[in-house]
């Protein structure tokens, strides 16, 4: 059975979560627009590659 992790990656007062099960990833983002470029740093720093988020 796989866990569940949610992690906040957002910034300030934008709110990115990205919620894993097993190798399954989702990104929900309640961000400010031209915010991806500070999404993706925080992504970077947190060890979640872009590319497994669907």
């Known amino acids: ?11 300030r007062s934008t709110h ?9 990833r989702l990104l929900v983002d309640l961000g400010w627009p031209g915010m991806m470029g500070t999404m993706r ?8 590659p872009l590319k497994e988020i669907r």
């Open 41 to 48: 740093a925080n992504l970077a720093r947190m060890d979640i």
């Open 1 to 11: 059975m796989s866990s569940t992790t949610i992690v906040n990656v957002g910034y």
């Open 16 to 24: 990115y979560w990205v919620i894993s099960t097993g190798t399954s």
